[in-house]
């Protein structure tokens, strides 16, 4: 966890602003806590309730996170006068983990949230967060209709649900509509590696005024995200880029990442030299997660991928998640013959029909998150001012 934060000041259409950076493999990501911080910042809607903590970093080069954390929650406190000051500081802490596992938010598939205390802290300061991570209705009306129901955190109870079922380990009365959810659910994961898709990108746009800021949720990271001239840019947050005057936004143009740029802080687009090679790292690493033949290369309107790949690879999603389910056993299986080999040179004196009776432990789906699933069910949406 940061402990220290630095603050950069840079100019936004003629306007200064100071604004947090922390230390990330990613020139744009941030924990949930700077993210809010700087939308408190750089908001002029939020001018009025912001103006402790644009006191606290002004004229500063960094901040401790017990400062941040200490005028964040009393703000909040005047904003709702019901919530204790030492909770709040408590919940906000957690907020500046960089690595997601503290700040739990479910986004749902159609572009919402399942509602829990992290977005109700998103509620007191009138920061709006979204997400990209949606499903076309128009694109595909079947796939919709079974995997618009369900959140992150339900789809993977889900999948765990259909396997256990098709291995025969759990009886449920629904266990055919089940599986037959978890083969479309399968699928709009594998075809939205990155968390985001075309129509996810385009409802951003959508529902982003113009001049607006919010908190961009994607791959358990948080982005500042704001609307300027119909376009989306992400705010540079990383200290590496403290004392370049040029780059202060990434474009949030493309699904993939290849289509997008840096650009300054009146909008103006920064080619060559240092932003290039920089874009292109980023490029990689996001080809790194859809570089499979499930990636979400398919357009709002367009069923088939990209010229690059295999016209093997243009199939529905029923047809995807079969085979996708047919991998897993496979791999499982592999898995099993390898140990079984493995046992078998070791114990070479046994008889050959010795039976091999530990096998290994199936992955359980290459979709599945590293974190522990927490059963928390949530009742109702979020819906938050973008301000």
């Known amino acids: 966890m940061v402990s220290t934060f630095g603050i950069r000041r840079v100019q936004i259409s003629g306007i200064e602003h100071s604004v947090l950076l922390q230390e990330q493999n ?4 941030s924990s949930a806590l700077v993210s809010l911080a700087n939308v408190l910042l750089m908001s002029p809607g939020l001018a009025r309730i912001s103006q402790p903590l644009t006191e606290l970093v002004g004229g500063k080069s960094d901040v401790s996170l017990g400062e941040l954390v200490n005028v964040l929650a009393r703000m909040g406190v005047q904003q709702n006068n019901t919530i204790g000051l030492e909770q709040l500081e408590q919940v906000l802490t957690q907020l500046s983990d960089d690595s997601g596992a503290e700040m739990k938010v479910d986004p749902k598939f159609i572009g919402s949230f399942e509602d829990g205390m992290e977005m109700s802290v998103f509620r007191l300061y009138n920061v709006g967060l979204v997400h990209g991570w949606i499903i076309d ?17 339900s789809a993977q109870g889900a999948l765990v649900q259909s396997y256990d079922i098709q291995k025969g380990t759990v009886q449920v009365a629904d266990a055919n509509a089940i599986v037959e959810d978890a083969n479309y659910l399968k699928a709009f994961l594998a075809r939205s590696a990155t968390q985001l898709t075309d129509y996810g990108l385009h409802h951003l746009k959508e529902v982003m005024v113009e001049k607006s800021y919010a908190v961009l949720y994607r791959n358990e990271q948080f982005y500042t995200l704001h609307k300027s001239n119909g376009e989306l840019f992400l705010l540079v947050t990383d200290t590496a880029y403290r004392n370049n005057s040029d780059i202060v936004w990434k474009s949030l143009t493309s699904v993939s990442g290849t289509q997008d740029s840096y650009y300054t802080g009146t909008f103006s687009r920064v080619d060559g030299g240092v932003a290039q090679k920089t874009l292109q790292n980023d490029a990689t690493a996001i080809s790194n997660v859809v570089s499979n033949p499930f990636g979400d290369n398919r357009g709002r309107n367009n069923k088939t991928v990209n010229a690059g790949q295999n016209a093997d690879f243009v199939e529905g999603d029923e047809e995807l998640a079969r085979r996708l389910q047919q991998q897993e056993d496979e791999e499982y299986a592999n898995a099993v013959a390898n140990s079984n080999r493995e046992h078998a040179a070791a114990r070479h004196e046994q008889s050959p029909d ?10 359980r ?18 819906r938050c001012v973008l301000m």
């Open 354 to 363: 010795s039976s091999f009776k530990e096998k290994s432990k199936s992955k």
């Open 365 to 382: 789906g290459r979709f599945f998150s590293k974190k522990k699933l927490t059963g928390k069910k949530y009742n109702g949406d979020s």
């Open 137 to 153: 209705a128009e694109a595909d009306p079947v796939a919709y209709k079974h995997v618009s129901q369900y959140s992150y955190e």
């Open 26 to 29: 990613t020139d744009q990501t």
